[in-house]
């Protein structure tokens, strides 16, 4: 790495603010005011500490890093700083009385003491690793010094260390071009410049007065050490004195200082990052494609933490596995999306064939203990099994490293997904994931996972939305055996034109219509008929007129046999001759066969037939020696139907479905993506010369959508081959029906047009009518 992590930059303990400390590389500081708060586990791992000086601020952590790690350290802590600097730590820190002298007590691993004081000159260079390490002078208590530090032959970088007036630094500046950032010092602001000379610290003014010593315009200038009680001011003083042109910034906790280009960055929850998340998080929010989600949280997840690869699960609806959805891997140009049943990426079993928990799986362990993982090397440990990684490792030629696998937890505490990102990357390097990629990642996992619980929430209830309804149509379907696919056509017929329209570019070309249209015309003329529900079965089903529960014509013809009796019982006794006995029979069986033809009922009945029906009203038959009307008042009113089969009363109980239906659908909450269901699903009986029923709309008021289930529900009436009182019309009847109401008003001209010189008339004809109807040509 050729940066420097800001671990703690203040001049002094505050809220939220931790004193000096830069983390150089991954077991390299300078300085060692808060380490353990920055690095947290992390912290183990450092080796070497250099300091500036002795001061409180500058040391604190030390007498906590080796005890809070010691039985895990393997090597050795070794503090490196001026011989004054030393020998105050060895009295009076690490002295057996403010704290165990370390240098006296040995590691538990090896025969090596855990702490090593190593005191250094100034201008002496140290290695370590790839780096060189030179202190230099600073003009502040004894033992004082700055650091020069260079990667190979890098660009380097200089802290000044707690310093006043400072010639040599400048010198060492101008006489070294490969240094490219200063780290300077600035504790106090320019009203209390004689405490700053007396304690030998800079202010804004003292800084530029300095700056004159400086020979080169290339030079990035970071400020630490602010005093948190004059921070305000300070800023004032700061940007008073213009310190801010020289490409740099005042430090905080957390910022990232890219050496090579003086770039800085915020590994906290700087303004950037935050507006960042909140991007991500609105993104995630806004998102309304299941595999397009799927795909943003991986995406945008990798983009904040700079991982270079990843992938997402979520856990099957039988819980039983994390199945694979999304990978990518920016290195080797892959991304894969909404992944089903590849073999290439097969779903992780959360159980072994013997029904234990698969804990071998670090996505599995995360799922099932609700808690981040992070690996520092997958290659490396051996709590858990990586063939999968090592495998796609081996066939790529790719080098899987660090890893953070986070749970994806939705509000009711229970594990949806698991997200794996792999490889965060630094200056082309690949470095570990921190504490603050798990800060930030939990909380944008949450949002991820709020985001996916809504959406599928919302599936859910469409699929519940569906599935009633859908129940609900059949149910009415199945009151009668004659309508019982009458919704199901109907929605197939309002989507085969919607769809039409929505690809045509004639006269619906400014018409577009979306997924969710479709859905609302679909759920429409799944409930279009939804207050039939309550209408009686021999309403529905009346297949002639005297139909109720039953046919009564039976009853009739019982009460004709019993007339036929007794015109036979009157030849038997001589009361009447042969002759009439014929003449009577032959009267009784026409005006029979005339009740059943008039009971069929069909079209339109003539007044001579009212008349005949009228003579044979009159007619009695004795029962119990009491005479009785052939034809009871209700049977003479139900056969008096001049048109069908039905009473007025019975048409309109057959209507008021239409009102029931309005009035059902309106106490449904539906939505606001369904808002347009209701009147879609209501309005099929509306026409547009207002004669319609049961608002009585006029043309105006009745919509596209509208129209299309008016059409739709009249079509599938006329054209269906199962209702008891009709034959399934040919198409050239329909379309003459159709062109009839179009000349009255009552339907829309261009639909009716449209329709039948489109392919889908030939392609609904083809699947749902018989061939017998087909006698159209376009």
Same mark, same amino acid.
């Given at each position: 790495?050729?940066?420097?992590k800001?671990?703690?930059?203040?001049?002094?303990?505050?809220?939220?603010?931790?004193?000096t400390?830069?983390?150089? *590389?991954? =077991?390299?500081?300078v300085?060692?005011?808060?380490?353990?708060?920055a690095?947290?586990?992390?912290?183990k791992?450092?080796n070497?500490? *250099?300091?500036? %000086?002795s001061h409180?601020?500058?040391?604190?952590?030390?007498?906590?890093?080796i005890?809070? *790690?010691?039985?895990?350290?393997?090597?050795p802590?070794?503090? +490196?700083?001026?011989e004054?600097t030393i020998?105050?730590?060895?009295k009076h820190?690490?002295?057996?009385?403010?704290?165990?002298?370390?240098?006296?007590?040995?590691?538990?691993?090896?025969?090596?003491?855990?702490?090593?004081?190593?005191p250094?000159?100034?201008?002496?260079i140290?290695?370590?690793?790839?780096?060189?390490?030179?202190?230099?002078?600073?003009?502040?208590i004894? $033992?004082s010094?700055?650091?020069?530090?260079? &990667?190979?032959?890098?660009?380097?970088?200089?802290?000044?260390?707690?310093?006043?007036?400072?010639?040599i630094?400048?010198?060492?500046?101008?006489?070294d071009?490969s240094?490219?950032?200063?780290?300077?010092?600035c504790?106090?602001?320019?009203k209390?410049?004689?405490?700053?000379?007396?304690?030998?610290?800079?202010?804004?003014? #003292?800084?530029?007065k300095?700056?004159?010593?400086?020979?080169r315009?290339?030079l990035s /200038?970071f400020?630490?050490?602010?005093?948190?009680?004059y921070?305000k001011?300070?800023?004032q003083?700061?940007?008073?004195?213009k @310190?801010?042109?020289?490409?740099?910034k005042?430090?905080?906790e957390g910022d990232i200082?890219?050496?090579d280009?003086?770039?800085?960055?915020?590994s906290?929850?700087?303004?950037?990052?935050?507006?960042?998340i909140m991007? /991500?998080?609105?993104a995630?929010?806004?998102?309304?494609n299941?595999?397009?989600l799927?795909?943003?949280i991986?995406?945008?997840?990798?983009k904040l933490t700079?991982?270079?690869a990843?992938?997402?699960?979520?856990?099957?609806?039988d819980?039983?596995?994390?199945?694979f959805?999304?990978?990518?891997n920016?290195?080797?140009?892959?991304?894969i999306a909404? !992944?089903?049943?590849d073999?290439?990426?097969?779903?992780?079993?959360?159980?072994l064939e013997?029904?234990?928990?698969n804990?071998?799986?670090?996505?599995?362990?995360?799922?099932?203990?609700?808690?981040?993982?992070?690996?520092?090397d997958?290659?490396k440990?051996?709590? +858990?099994?990586?063939?999968?990684?090592?495998?796609?490792?081996?066939?790529t030629?790719y080098?899987?490293?660090?890893?953070?696998?986070?749970?994806?937890?939705? %509000?009711?505490?229970?594990?949806i997904?698991v997200?794996?990102?792999?490889n965060?990357?630094? =200056?082309k390097?690949?470095?570990?994931?921190d504490?603050?990629?798990?800060?930030?990642?939990?909380?944008l996992?949450?949002?991820?996972?709020?985001a996916?619980?809504?959406?599928?929430?919302i599936?859910?209830?469409?699929?519940?939305?569906?599935?009633f309804?859908?129940?609900?149509?059949?149910?009415i379907?199945?009151?009668?055996p004659y309508t019982s696919d %009458?919704?199901?056509?109907v929605?197939?017929i309002?989507l085969?034109?919607?769809?039409?329209?929505?690809?045509?570019?004639t006269?619906?070309?400014n /018409?577009?219509?979306?997924?969710?249209?479709? &859905?609302? !015309?679909? #759920?429409?003329?799944? !409930? %279009?008929?939804i207050?039939?529900?309550?209408?009686?079965?021999?309403?529905l089903?009346?297949a002639?007129k005297?139909e109720?529960?039953y046919?009564?014509?039976?009853?009739?013809?019982?009460?004709?046999?019993?007339?036929?009796?007794?015109?036979? /019982?009157?030849?038997?006794?001589?009361?009447?001759?042969?002759?009439?006995?014929?003449?009577?029979i032959? @009267?009784?069986?026409? +005006?029979s066969?005339?009740?059943?033809?008039?009971?069929?009922? $069909?079209?339109?009945?003539?007044?001579?037939?009212?008349?005949?029906?009228?003579?044979?009203?009159?007619?009695?038959?004795?029962?119990?020696?009491?005479?009785?009307?052939?034809?009871n008042?209700?049977?003479y009113?139900?056969?008096?139907i001049?048109?069908?089969?039905?009473?007025?009363?019975e048409?309109?109980i057959i209507?008021?479905?239409?009102?029931?239906s309005?009035?059902?659908?309106?106490e449904?909450?539906?939505?606001?993506?369904?808002?347009?269901?209701?009147?879609i699903?209501?309005?099929?009986h509306?026409? #547009?010369?207002?004669?319609?029923y049961?608002?009585?709309l006029s043309e105006?008021?009745?919509?596209?959508?509208?129209?299309?289930?008016?059409?739709s529900d009249?079509f599938?009436?006329?054209?269906t081959?199962?209702?008891?009182?009709?034959?399934?019309?040919?198409?050239?009847?329909?379309?003459n029906?159709?062109?009839?109401?179009?000349?009255?008003?009552?339907?829309d001209?261009?639909?009716v047009q449209?329709?039948?010189?489109h392919?889908?008339?030939?392609?609904?004809?083809k699947e749902?009518?018989?061939?017998e109807?087909?006698?159209?040509?376009?």
């Open positions: 790495m050729n940066y420097i800001i671990l703690g930059a203040s001049g002094s303990k505050a809220k939220n603010q931790n004193t400390s830069f983390q150089v *590389f991954k =077991d390299i500081v300085d060692a005011g808060n380490i353990l708060n690095l947290g586990n992390e912290a791992e450092i070497h500490i *250099f300091l500036t %000086h409180a601020d500058h040391i604190a952590d030390l007498p906590f890093i005890e809070t *790690f010691f039985e895990e350290r393997t090597t802590l070794t503090i +490196y700083a001026l004054e020998e105050i730590l060895q820190s690490f002295n057996n009385k403010i704290w165990p002298d370390f240098t006296k007590i040995k590691l538990n691993h090896n025969d090596k003491f855990s702490l090593i004081f190593k250094i000159l100034l201008n002496e140290i290695h370590i690793h790839n780096y060189s390490i030179k202190a230099i002078a600073a003009n502040h004894s $033992g010094c700055g650091y020069i530090i260079k &990667k190979d032959q890098n660009k380097s970088f200089v802290i000044s260390g707690d310093t006043y007036l400072n010639p630094l400048w010198d060492e500046i101008n006489n071009e240094i490219k950032s200063l780290i300077l010092e504790s106090f602001p320019d209390l410049e004689n405490l700053a000379k007396i304690t030998k610290h800079l202010t804004p003014s #003292l800084i530029k300095d700056l004159e010593n400086l020979k315009k290339d /200038i400020f630490y050490h602010l005093k948190p009680s921070k001011e300070l800023l003083d700061i940007k008073k004195n @310190l801010l042109d020289y490409n740099g005042v430090l905080n200082i890219h050496i280009t003086g770039n800085i960055e915020n906290l929850l700087s303004e950037h990052k935050f507006e960042e991007k /991500i998080n609105l995630l929010t806004s998102q309304h299941k595999e397009k799927f795909e943003d991986l995406t945008l997840t990798r700079n991982a270079d990843g992938s997402l699960y979520i856990k099957s609806k819980e039983k596995n994390l199945e959805k999304v990978v990518q920016e290195t080797l140009n892959i991304k909404n !992944i089903k049943n073999s290439s990426w097969p779903n992780l079993p959360i159980y013997d029904g234990t928990v804990n071998k799986m670090v996505a599995i362990v995360c799922a099932n203990e609700k808690r981040i993982i992070n690996i520092h997958v290659y440990t051996t709590e +858990y099994k990586f063939e999968g990684t090592k495998n796609f490792d081996k066939t030629n080098r899987s490293k660090s890893m953070l696998v986070i749970p994806l937890i939705n %509000h009711e505490n229970d594990v997904g997200l794996q990102l792999i965060k990357k630094r =200056d390097e690949i470095i570990n994931f504490k603050l990629d798990e800060k930030v990642i939990i909380s996992a949450s949002q991820a996972a709020m996916l619980t809504n959406m599928q929430l599936s859910s209830l469409e699929e519940f939305i569906n599935a309804v859908s129940t609900i149509a059949k149910a379907d199945a009151k009668s %009458h919704i199901e056509k929605e197939k309002a085969l034109i919607a769809k039409a329209i929505n690809d045509d570019k006269i619906y070309k /018409i577009t219509y979306t997924e969710n249209d479709y &859905k609302q !015309i679909a #759920l429409a003329a799944w !409930i %279009h008929d207050g039939k529900i309550s209408m009686p079965e021999y309403v089903d009346k002639t005297l109720k529960i046919d009564r014509i039976d009853l009739i013809e019982q009460r004709f046999e019993i007339i036929k009796k007794d015109k036979e /019982i009157e030849y038997l006794k001589k009361q009447i001759s042969i002759e009439k006995f014929e003449e009577d032959k @009267l009784l069986e026409d +005006y066969s005339f009740i059943k033809r008039v009971n069929l009922g $069909g079209e339109f009945m003539k007044d001579e037939d009212i008349s005949k029906l009228d003579e044979i009203s009159k007619l009695t038959y004795k029962k119990d020696n009491i005479d009785f009307p052939l034809i008042p209700d049977e009113y139900n056969l008096s001049r048109k069908g089969t039905l009473t007025k009363e048409i309109d209507r008021n479905h239409a009102q029931l309005l009035d059902m659908i309106s449904l909450p539906f939505p606001k993506k369904f808002k347009n269901v209701l009147n699903a209501c309005n099929h509306e026409k #547009l010369n207002g004669t319609g049961p608002r009585g105006k008021d009745i919509s596209l959508e509208d129209r299309i289930m008016i059409f009249i599938e009436a006329l054209t081959s199962e209702r008891p009182y009709k034959v399934a019309m040919k198409l050239s009847t329909v379309k029906i159709f062109e009839n109401m179009t000349n009255k008003g009552e339907i001209k261009d639909l449209f329709f039948f010189n392919n889908i008339l030939e392609q609904y004809g749902a009518l018989k061939a109807q087909l006698d159209l040509n376009k």
